[in-house]
T-cell receptor, first 115, second 114 residues
């Protein structure tokens, strides 16, 4: 089946640094990728939708300048948390789909801890 | 807009007992319905989905869910659970016309007691 790889799986860094998370579709071309945030014991909240070669569409309340999303190729999207602070600590999950009527395939998530 | 309600945040059951995880949705348009499972510190895995056709859908590990349009429900059931079924289960919905955007329920933690 379709595989989505997310890297790193766990990252700990100091407050004020920027962190980049990669999401790759390994065996299909992902025209659309999604980024979710999940707080402990809560559901996934969609942060943004990115289509290859165009700007990401952010959900209401998500800061574009804080969470930079790049989807430069059909197999890679990146999420950069800029000037991270402890409140940005969370579990970030990406997903990818080849076509709009196809199910999303999820990565294993990245646990981000800001000290 | 769509929404998904999972009334039970936690469901404890004994091993080999049956279980039902409830899911209700609201939408003004036709939808696709999904159940995802999340094991600790992992991403989501698609358990089963309803797109069209038979209202009863099954997974390979014994779970099944039935789409009930009149009750706007998509409850997940398993006749006999195993310790390995311990996980968080998310019900989700997406519009048929914009099938990519998925709205998730708040999740139900299924804990199996030996």
């Amino acid at each position: 089946g379709a595989v989505v790889s997310q890297h790193p799986s766990w990252v700990i860094c100091k407050s004020g640094t920027s962190v980049k998370i990669e999401c790759r579709s390994l065996d299909f071309q992902a025209t659309t990728m999604f980024w979710y945030r999940q707080f402990p014991k809560q559901s996934l909240m969609l942060m943004a939708t990115s289509n290859e070669g165009s700007k990401a569409t952010y959900e209401q309340g998500v800061e574009k300048d804080k969470f930079l999303i790049n989807h430069a190729s059909l197999t890679l999207s990146t999420l950069t948390v800029t000037s991270a602070h402890p409140e940005d600590s969370s579990f970030y999950i990406c997903s990818a789909t080849g076509r709009s009527n196809q199910p999303q395939h999820f990565g294993d998530g990245t646990r981000l801890s800001i000290l | 807009a769509q929404s998904v309600t999972q009334l039970d945040s936690q469901v404890p059951v004994f091993e080999e007992a049956p279980v039902e995880l409830r899911c209700n949705y609201s939408s003004s348009v036709s939808v696709y319905l999904f159940w995802y499972v999340q094991y600790p510190n992992q991403g989501l895995q698609l358990l089963l989905k309803y797109l069209s056709g038979s209202t009863l859908v099954e997974s390979i590990n014994g779970f099944e869910a039935e789409f009930n349009k009149s009750q706007t429900s998509f409850h997940l059931r398993k006749p006999s659970v195993h310790i390995s079924d311990t996980a968080e289960y998310f019900c989700a919905v997406s519009e048929r016309s914009s099938a990519s955007k998925i709205i998730f329920g708040s999740g139900t933690r299924l804990s199996i007691r030996p």
